[in-house]
């Protein structure tokens, strides 16, 4: 009974004490002793005190002469291919005097035949051919004595067409002969095959031993060692490229100067690609037949809106610069079409005009309205 009354006490003074708490505590937030931590509002901060987010340098935008160039890839072909074999048939490989990647000379020995037989034939046409002269001879010895003859009737009129037919006929044998002899003369010359002109030997299809057969290629050679650099060009591009335009070919051993020689008068009907011919020095050893190299082509000069490539901004596939605005100092982001670029040159195609400024570097820690601080 003593231990109900004394827990009856304690319950009246902690009810006391608890709505004594919570009166204090209301008063105190009337009274604005206390406030919520949320109702605390931050000092306002000046604008003036804001930070740049970064230091630029302006530059001003002008017109300046770019080269006008095209980017394009092509192949290395010889200029022209010549194909050697020998008008010789049936006759034996006896000697191979030329390699492929050689130099030659015009009429240089590249391969030899066997020439026996054909000594023989010549030997044979050379004894048929005085055989026939001194057939000729005596024919006309006795034509002559025919016509010496003054007194009519000495001989019959059959007699005298008769000398004179042999005598017709001895000259027509020794033609023959001739020809014959000429003929040998030719297939003893062909049994060294030679070099039609100057150039480089590509391929070589002869062996010691092959027999010969009549148009059968034995050797082909690139005409003067010249090489040619055949470039492909849309059918739009190929419209702006004339003859004598300086062309510059990419090569392991650096550029290559070239010139353009002819431009193809057609276009393939599939791929509507066009092709360019150039000229490069012959002397270049780190071009070769065969290669497929890019090149840039100078078409021209023009006068054109031009950037550092530092000014320049890339993103999402678009191109961007960026102006400051003089009474905010804020950088302004500009939308960007380029067109040609040579080095760090850039050309601007629209979206600028001249006398504009705009930030020279640093862009890429740029974005739209940031504050910046333009340092003199």
Sequence with gaps: MQQQDQFNKASRWLVSNVT?????????VSLGVLA?????????????????????????VSAQNLDDTLQVNGSIAPWQEMSVGSEASGLR????????????????????????????DLLAGQAALMEAQASLDNAKATADMVRSIKEPGAISQQQINETFAAEKLAQARLKSAQAQ?????????NTAL?????????????????????GEEFFKLVRKGRLEWRAELSDKDLTRVKPGQTVQIDSAQGPVQGKVRVVSPSVDTQSRVGLVYVDFPSANNSLKA??????KLTLGN???L??????????????????????????????????????????????????????????AFLADGDLVKVLP
């Excluded at 919520?36 to 001003?60: D, I």
């Excluded at 002899?181 to 003893?188: G, K, Q, S, Y």
Aim: glycine share 8%; charged share 20%.
């Design 36 to 60: 919520p931590a949320h109702a605390q509002s931050p000092p306002a901060v000046s604008p003036s005190a804001a930070k740049p987010s970064l230091s630029v340098q302006l530059l001003t």
């Design 306 to 363: 031009i950037v550092p490539q530092t000014a320049l901004m890339d993103r999402d596939g678009f191109s961007y610069v960026f102006k400051v605005a003089a009474d905010t100092s804020r950088a302004q982001r500009i939308k960007v079409q380029v067109g040609a670029r040579q080095g760090d040159k850039v050309e601007i195609k629209s979206g600028l005009k001249a006398g504009d400024k705009i930030v020279q570097s640093g862009v």
């Design 181 to 189: 002899v000429r003929l040998r003369e030719i297939r003893l010359k």
């Design 20 to 28: 004594s708490m919570a009166a204090w505590v209301a008063i105190s």
């Design 302 to 304: 023009q006068n054109s």
């Design 93 to 120: 490989v006896t000697e191979v005097l030329a390699e492929v990647g050689q130099s030659v000379k015009k009429g240089q020995v590249l391969a030899r035949f066997d020439a026996e037989t054909i000594q023989a």
């Design 290 to 295: 065969g290669m497929y190299v890019k090149g």
């Design 194 to 214: 030679t070099a039609p002109d100057d150039g480089l030997i590509v391929s070589r299809q002869i062996s010691i031993g092959k027999i010969s057969n009549p």
